[in-house]
């Protein structure tokens, strides 16, 4: 991620006009490594400069372009073959209770939307592996599974345009009972864990990325979600990317509601440096990228259940 973050800041702040010892401060680098980074990403200043003076009409752009006037014919239509509705990654596996059999106290549904607000501080008092289990089948549970020769969809408990449903869920652990703290995949289609690493240094990595925010360090768990766009491009082509985040608006609202229910605190976090999050799990931002994330823990005057 060095790489990375020396180029996005250099960058960054280069063509926005701030003095290189304000840059060599923020990147904290030598004077020998600071000359190397500008003799490296130097030539790149420019067309940065130019991409920020496009920036100011990207919105009115994204509108008029993603509007069905201008919708090209779809994967789909064309007959080229379905995306894959799951994403498999390798390692030890962690079982997880199966989440029909959880019950809930707080189950007073209007209460919920009243009570639901953003949430930044969180008690020290872990969620149980059960609460876990819950909050990731209300949030990317796969109800149903139909294949058929042309298409392939999941009935999930949250809505997706064409049922699409996008996303791939990730978890930085800090807090669960029964699971080592960790950056973990979930298994949405057999509703289990996937350990990718346990390095402490993983979630000082998260909290930079996401900008330092101190909720990301204070959780029981960060919900990291991607997007792998082909699923709903296939289908609804430069519409797509408007489905996109819609969908996952709809993914975190369920876990505000589902950690309403359970006494947690629950904040989305939409400012994080997409470049660090996607080089650090691999995503090459263009097939498959950080769409959004959350933070949840147990309130701070919550008891333990």
């Known amino acids: 991620m060095d790489k990375v973050r020396e180029r996005f800041f250099y960058l960054r702040m280069k063509s926005r006009g701030y003095e290189d010892k304000v840059i060599q401060d923020e990147i904290e680098v030598s ?3 600071y000359a190397r980074i500008v003799q ?11 991409k920020n003076e496009e920036v100011e009409g990207i919105g009115k752009k994204f509108m008029e372009l993603t509007s069905y006037l201008y919708a090209s014919v779809s994967d789909q ?23 029909q059999t959880i019950r809930v106290e707080h189950n007073d549904f209007r209460a919920i939307l009243e009570d639901r607000k953003s949430i930044r501080e969180y008690s020290e008092i872990p969620i149980s592996k059960d609460e876990l289990s819950y909050l ?12 058929t020769e042309k298409n392939s969809v999941t009935f999930r408990t949250v809505p997706s345009a064409g049922a699409r449903h996008p996303f791939e ?20 289609g057999k509703h289990n864990l996937v350990l990718l690493d346990s390095e402490p240094e993983t979630l000082e990595n998260l909290w930079l990325a996401c900008n330092r925010q101190n909720m990301v360090k204070g959780a029981a768990v960060n919900f990291i979600w991607s997007a792998i766009p082909n699923r709903t491009v296939w289908r609804y082509s430069a519409r797509s990317w408007r489905y996109l ?14 950690g309403e229910s359970i006494n947690c605190g629950v904040c989305g ?14 995503f090459d931002g263009e097939n498959e990228f950080v769409i959004y994330l959350a933070s949840l823990g147990k309130k701070v005057n919550a008891k333990k259940l």
């Open 169 to 188: 869920t990730y978890l930085y652990i800090n807090r669960v009972e029964g699971v080592k703290p960790g950056f973990y995949f979930y298994n949405a």
């Open 245 to 258: 985040y819609l969908d996952a608006g709809h993914v975190c609202q369920n876990l505000y509601l589902a």
């Open 31 to 33: 004077d020998e490594d």
């Open 77 to 99: 239509m064309k007959g080229i073959p379905k995306p894959e509705v799951f994403k498999a990654r390798q390692g030890e596996v962690i079982k997880l209770p199966n989440p």
């Open 269 to 282: 976090i939409g400012a994080f440096i997409d470049e660090f999050i996607n080089e650090y799990l691999g």
């Open 136 to 147: 990731l089948w209300l949030t990317q549970g796969v109800k149903e599974l139909k294949e």
């Open 40 to 50: 490296e990403y130097d030539s790149e200043v420019a067309e940065t400069i130019k």
